[in-house]
């Protein structure tokens, strides 16, 4: 895995925190920590965007630290297990922004968002927030400089290599770019509350 991992961290005695290399797959490296040899020992196997999250007994993540830097990782598994279409009224305050920061049209804009087949790659933040990737390199802009103190429910947002659907009510920094129309990915009172789990697709699909 030479080139693969910048630094693997301590987290109290059962816990372990991969940093990976830019541009590297953390569910790579997540599906080789879940056959090491091992796994029995290990409660929890967590990629986020730029990392992976092991617990587990103190020498299985021992293990797993000392033989991760120098590993062969499996190259990237087809994860996905349905499509998900989500209607978007693309009507968000920043949509301009970002089409200007860009140099795009807002047209340009949303063709490139409704045109990219997202994976999902992760949750975080808040209760069934999902993290889309990978937005296209055209449209890729950063959070905002001033995050707002509260951004509605359903908001569609991007920033950087990520689009998502804010999930709450909450304070964000994300660029808003639309409206979801459609039924909310994440609901309490379904089961399981989340109608996608990691490694399904989500389309956009532009509403009126």
């Known amino acids: 895995m030479s080139g693969t991992v910048e630094t693997v961290r301590k987290v109290g005695e059962r816990g372990l925190l991969i940093e990976l290399a830019a541009g590297i797959d953390s569910h790579r490296v997540a599906a080789w920590v879940r056959r090491h040899e091992v796994r029995a020992q290990l409660t929890e196997v967590v990629p986020a965007a730029r990392t992976v999250f092991v617990l587990g007994d103190p020498d299985a993540v021992r293990q797993v630290a000392e033989g991760v830097e120098s590993a062969t990782i499996p190259e990237a598994e087809s994860r996905a297990s349905k499509t998900v279409i989500v209607p978007v009224r693309y009507d968000g305050p920043d949509l301009s922004d970002v089409a200007e920061l860009t140099g795009l049209s807002e047209r340009e ?40 103190t509260r951004v509605p429910s359903g908001s569609v947002a991007i920033a950087n290599e990520f689009t998502i659907i804010y999930p709450l009510d909450s304070p964000g920094g994300w660029n808003l770019i639309g409206t979801r129309m459609g039924p909310s990915l994440w609901d309490v009172r379904a089961e399981p509350p989340n109608a996608v789990a990691v490694g399904d697709r989500v389309v956009f699909e532009q509403v009126r």
Request: avoid cysteine.
């Open 109 to 148: 804009v949303i063709e490139a968002h409704t045109g990219t087949e997202f994976t999902v790659s992760f949750f975080g933040f808040a209760p069934g927030q999902a993290f889309f990737a990978p937005l296209p390199d055209r449209v890729r802009v950063p959070r905002r400089t001033s995050p707002r």
